[in-house]
């Protein structure tokens, strides 16, 4: 009783705080929804639908259509005005082809990064990644992987538009933002492991870790309920970001917040399956967002047509607002539990 009494105070100062760093206008007359209103379904849409394109090649990695699929989001960056995080112009971080040690014939490919300085704490670093390499081609049929990982993919490059046109008229985070996509999740996480052992920024210096892999579909068993996001992983390092999580998506999503896939005996063990788990064995506070699979997971007919639109919009504005809250809010996000281990 005594803990519940505590946690629902906790809670409440959450969400206080919350209203507090968010809800205020914002130069220009603009507030934080302001912001997340420019998220739309329209615009998801159509960067999907070339971003899951049959010419992308079902982006395997260290394929020609990984590499166009690369460049495609360099270029997004480049026309949003979004800096390349270390040296100007340099959005790659080149990956050796020896490192992906499962592949027959490996190849060398890249994570791209795109990056926005904090106002006010630079040196404090939160990571929204998602991956954007798929599993290719396979007896002449395109895997377009358009919800895995397109879906999180298109909704990062949305939040990041969204954050820039807060930097623009003066609103920017106070604490920096790195956007990371990242190649090789398919066969292995490999992308991720590389940018854990050779972080950009100390992570030491990582508040959090949001991570998005697949986010625009609805799993067979929410048919009759679809409004909802599973996030995994939340409370597992910190019960501050779980909280700050919670209170966020009260105040400004419908969405339920599902946890079914958080439980310690999943025995599906998706805690375990996507680029968030190279931050956590790090000991960096994580949320996984994901939609759960579906009957077209790792087919060629995960295609851009299957996408619930809205519903994307909806759970990607979610991201964007706990990413708001995070940036902003006076105190660091921290790590106060006990790590676990696979």
């Known amino acids: 009783m005594k803990y519940a009494f505590l946690l629902g105070l906790s809670l409440l100062f959450v969400s206080c705080n919350t209203a507090q760093t968010s809800s205020k206008k914002k130069g220009k007359d603009q507030t934080i929804t ?3 209103n ?10 999907l639908y070339e971003f899951a394109d049959d010419k992308m090649q079902g982006r395997m990695t260290g394929t020609d259509g990984q590499k166009m699929a690369a ?3 360099k270029d997004f960056y480049v026309a949003q005005g979004i800096e390349a995080p270390v040296e100007k112009g340099d959005y790659y971080q080149e990956i050796p082809a020896e490192y992906f040690g499962r592949m027959s014939e490996p190849k060398p490919s890249e994570n791209v990064v795109a990056f926005i300085k904090g106002s006010e704490k630079p040196d404090e670093v939160i990571v929204l990644s998602a991956h954007y390499d798929h599993v290719g081609t396979r007896d002449g049929e395109v895997y377009n992987g358009a919800d895995d990982d397109g879906s999180g993919t298109v909704g990062m490059l949305e939040i990041a538009e969204a954050f820039q046109k807060a930097v623009k008229d003066g609103n920017g985070p106070k604490r920096s933002i790195l956007f990371l996509h990242v190649t090789g999740e398919e066969i292995g996480l490999y992308g991720s492991r590389y940018y854990t052992e050779n972080p950009l920024f100390p992570l030491e210096n990582t508040v959090c870790n949001l991570n998005t892999d697949m986010i625009g579909r609805i799993a067979p068993d929410k048919k009759d309920s679809p409004n909802y996001v599973y996030l995994i992983g939340s409370d597992r390092l910190s019960q501050e970001l779980h909280d700050v999580s919670a209170a966020v998506a009260k105040e400004y999503s419908d969405l339920e917040l599902d946890y079914k896939y958080n439980a310690e005996n999943d025995p599906n063990r ?7 788990y190279n931050f956590a064995k790090n000991n ?19 295609t851009p047509d299957k996408i619930e639109y809205d519903l994307l919009r909806k759970r990607t504005q979610l991201i964007f607002y706990t990413t708001w809250e995070v940036a902003n809010r006076e105190g660091r996000i921290t790590a106060d539990k006990d ?3 696979e």
Do not use: C, W
């Open 71 to 73: 460049a495609y989001l």
């Open 34 to 36: 302001d912001y997340a």
């Open 339 to 341: 790590k676990i281990q």
């Open 270 to 276: 998706f805690y375990f399956r996507s680029d968030h």
């Open 284 to 302: 960096i506070p994580v949320i996984f967002y994901f939609n759960g699979v579906h009957e077209d997971y790792h087919k060629p007919t995960d």
């Open 38 to 47: 420019t998220i739309t379904s329209e615009d998801l849409k159509t960067l």
